[in-house]
């Protein structure tokens, strides 16, 4: 199993900048893509920013240029840099990873509150 523990949410004033951390850790022997999704009251989860082991990443139209993904391989860490948040960024952001263990899943941190708010 995989165990993902999401750190870094908040409450922000809006046009402030917060950072999202989440790590990996349990019988992991590979893990392929890491990323960030993100749910607001009333609506689907919708994904945020992902990024391959090889460095390639994928970011939702909202958040392009205001977001940065970034993985730390060695550490089993994805990170999310928001800056310039919006009130429509609040959400509880999830934290996701596909990873290699006995077999290839999908797994989900808990989830981390970001208010963006004054």
């Known amino acids: 199993q995989v165990q993902l523990v999401e750190s870094g949410g908040g409450l922000v004033q809006p046009g402030g900048s917060l950072r999202l951390s989440c790590v990996a850790s349990?019988?992991?022997?590979?893990?392929?893509?890491m990323g960030w999704y993100r749910q607001a009251p009333g609506k689907q989860r919708e994904l945020v920013a992902t990024?391959?082991?090889?460095?390639?990443?994928n970011y939702a139209d909202s958040v392009k240029g205001r977001f940065t993904i970034s993985r730390d391989n060695a550490k089993n860490t994805v990170y999310l840099q928001m800056n310039s948040l919006k009130p429509e960024d609040t959400a509880v952001y999830y934290c996701n990873a596909r990873a290699l263990t006995s077999f290839i899943g999908d797994y989900w941190g808990q989830g981390t509150q970001v208010t963006v708010s004054s």
């Open positions: 990024m391959t082991n090889g460095g390639s990443t």
């Open positions: 349990g019988s992991v022997n590979v893990i392929y893509n």
